[in-house]
T-cell receptor, first 115, second 115 residues
Framework: AQSVSQHNHHVILSEAASLELGCNYS??????LFWYVQYPGQHLQLLLK??????LVKGIKGFEAEFIKSKFSFNLRKPSVQWSDTAEYFC?????????????FGQGTRLTINP | DGGITQSPKYLFRKEGQNVTLSCEQN?????MYWYRQDPGQGLRLIYY???????QKGDIAEGYSVSREKKESFPLTVTSAQKNPTAFYLC??????????????FGSGTRLTVV
């Protein structure tokens, strides 16, 4: 079965620190990968996505992610975090099964940024 | 404005009662999805529907039922057979041919508490 694994459940950083959140997936076919963010009290928003081309993708708010096919990974990075980045982050892979598409999510990583 | 409306935001029910969560979208999206979010477990797919009058079970469909009589609506019923119904429920939708490029649009969720 397809699965997505996020290694860090809760990450605590100070402002201006660099961030990397891990994401690995298990799926043998063509993958489309996403990172979603859920700010406190808000709905899920798309942060960035990869579906083809340059494996280094840039998203909103200075986030980027690199798709490494050989490692089945799609880690999220940001060079310098801000207090407003405090949120929960979800990695997801879009899989196709018998013509139907569905998003499979990881467990999520809660990010806390201390001012 | 186009979007997904989930109602109500908070719902309380007594154990043993069925309850139906509403999800309506005016995005003209073909596909709709129901996810359950629990702390530390990410989002898990309950049911999804690619077209009207058709739906498929997700990873945790037991104790839930859905209908898709209209393109805009995808209500979820949490039955008394669901062992741990207290959770945050998220509805999502996508335009099938654009899902890979744009991901899904999520509603703001319904928090169900069963007492």
């Amino acid at each position: 079965a397809q699965s997505v694994s996020q290694h860090n459940h809760h990450v605590i950083l100070s402002e201006a620190a660099s961030l990397e959140l891990g994401c690995n997936y298990s799926y043998g076919g063509t993958v489309n990968l996403f990172w979603y963010v859920q700010y406190p009290g808000q709905h899920l928003q798309l942060l960035l996505k990869y579906f083809s081309g340059d494996p280094l993708v840039k998203g909103i708010k200075g986030f980027e992610a690199e798709f490494i096919k050989s490692k089945f990974s799609f880690n999220l990075r940001k060079p310098s975090v801000q207090w407003s980045d405090t949120a929960e982050y979800f990695c997801a892979v879009n899989v196709e099964n018998q013509g139907a598409q569905k998003l499979v999510f990881g467990q999520g990583t809660r990010l806390t940024i201390n001012p | 404005d186009g979007g997904i409306t989930q109602s109500p935001k908070y719902l309380f029910r007594k154990e043993g009662q069925n309850v139906t969560l509403s999800c309506e979208q005016n995005l003209n999206h073909d596909a709709m999805y129901w996810y359950r979010q629990d702390p530390g477990q990410g989002l898990r797919l309950i049911y999804y529907s690619q077209i009207v009058n058709d739906f498929q079970k997700g990873d945790i469909a037991e104790g839930y039922s859905v209908s898709r009589e209209k393109k805009e609506s995808f209500p979820l019923t949490v039955t008394s057979a669901q062992k741990n119904p207290t959770a945050f429920y998220l509805c999502a939708s996508s335009k099938t041919e654009y899902a890979l490029r744009y991901g899904y649009t999520f509603g703001s969720g319904t928090r169900l508490t069963v007492v």
